[in-house]
């Protein structure tokens, strides 16, 4: 029997070519008769969907919510349905760069089938292509984006029956579109939403929230306000942060219940210090991706006397090339500041559409964005979007599609 460990990527790298060959040249034609399956697979999950912005809705704060529908002049004559908490990729060409950011669809699944998305964008400091959307997009610009993604939703046989979820500013946008699936009938289950916010001023969605508050009795919402709040608290809030002692206070007393955690990567790192105290089973505690991940170094196990600038030698399928960035950029940044696309999903090591081969020098993996596998060290594989360079590096990329 053939040792695992000696069959290199690098061996078929060189038959890609002539495999992609053969598929060009060759129809693509459906086996003959009925096949419901393959046509439900491709209803569900289309490689792109094409759409174009309906709607736009300013709330104020830098923060917009975009209604989207299908574009047929482009192809999307409907829209894929999804599960609330999913997420849909954008793909945008920005200064010449190819980009994908990953954005939690905030409507209802019911409202997929009538034809319609809602994704609700707040500008990140220093984000590119949240300031793109923010400053580009209106009514009729055409959007491309993914299938729906991401396993940030409620699955029956793994998350008890009540759940508290805990949000963050704009990390409430995937709660939305769970609460309104409840209230649908799409989903069954009991939601205690406790949202962070500054103030009282700053509640996203606080209206939306207050209808399906009276629409549904399976739904609660507290605000945690963490600016101090004068005079009188208003109605439905609690001031401070979101903590184990506040998480206790609304959980179920002598049941089992999971924990929903969206939000910023600092509420993250504080809230989960606060779960470590409750005794949780860790299949209740369900995270939502991160999204992109910024500076390493401010991370307590990054490595010292780390160079400020490292050089990359590519491969992408049978051509190659060196290019040099910064090592506070993921490898999928250096490569995309560089004009090489990278294909990706999630940027938050989570997806696998970027999973790449190793094949020379060091990189640093935030321990919160380690979903590799364990094949994956064996085989010396990375995610570039949440790996960090420390060295330069040699590295074997699939085709971005």
Known sequence: MADLKSLKATKFIPMLADRQKRFDSSAAMLPPGSDQARVLARALHPKRQYLKVANVIDRGQDCKSFELV????????????????????????????????????????????????????????????????????????????????????????????????LAGGSGITPFISMANAIADGDEDFEMTLLYGSRNYDNILFKDELDELVKKC??????????????????????????????????????????????????????????????????????????????????????????PETVSITVTIQDETKTVTGSTGDSVMQILEKNGISVPARCRSGECGFCHSHLLAGKVYVPKNLEYRRMADYVFDCIHPCCSFPLTDLKINVPVAK
């Open 70 to 165: 299908a574009d047929e002049t482009r192809g999307t004559k409907s829209l894929a349905y999804f599960g609330a908490g999913k997420y849909l990729t954008v793909f945008e060409t920005i200064d010449g760069m190819s980009i994908t950011r990953a954005y939690s669809i905030s409507s209802s699944p019911k409202d997929s089938l009538e034809g319609k998305y809602v994704l609700t964008i707040k500008l990140v400091e220093g984000g590119l292509m949240s300031r793109y959307i923010l400053d580009n997009w209106t009514v009729g610009t055409p959007v491309e984006v993914s299938a729906p993604s991401g396993n940030f939703e409620y699955q029956p046989l793994r998350d008890a029956k009540k759940v508290i979820c």
């Open 217 to 306: 009795d399976k739904i609660k919402v507290v605000h945690v306000l963490s600016d101090k709040i004068e005079g009188k608290k208003p109605k439905g809030t609690e001031q401070g942060f979101i903590t184990a002692k506040l998480i206790k206070k609304y959980a179920p007393k002598d049941e089992e219940y999971s924990v929903f955690l969206c939000g910023p990567q600092q509420m993250y790192a504080f809230v989960d210090k606060e779960l470590e105290t409750l005794g949780l089973k860790k299949k209740f505690i369900r995270h939502e991706m991160f999204g992109e991940f910024h500076n390493p170094a401010s991370q307590p196990d990054y490595p010292s006397d780390v």
